[in-house]
């Protein structure tokens, strides 16, 4: 296992933010790391009105879990 930096631009759209920003995290984490990836923390570090959220995040990434027996 190690220890993975995720930054990525996020901008909201209208609405509640937090419920819009970790599906965005997850799917970015996937993104780079693969499916094993776990998101551990992450931090607003940036805000810009063009740009929206500059978000920081720590990705455990580890094997990707096994497909489920049939």
Do not use: D, N, Y
Not at 26 to 34: K, P, S
Not at 37 to 49: D, G, S, V
């Amino acid at each position: 296992m190690r220890l993975e930096l995720l930054q990525l631009w996020f901008k909201p759209l209208p609405g509640p933010t937090l419920s819009q920003l970790r599906p965005a995290l997850l799917a970015a984490a996937e993104e780079q790391a693969g499916p094993g990836a776990e998101l551990l923390r992450w931090a607003i570090t940036a805000a810009e009105p063009v740009r929206g959220l500059h978000i920081e995040a720590v990705l455990l990434v580890g094997p990707a879990p096994a497909p489920p027996r049939s």
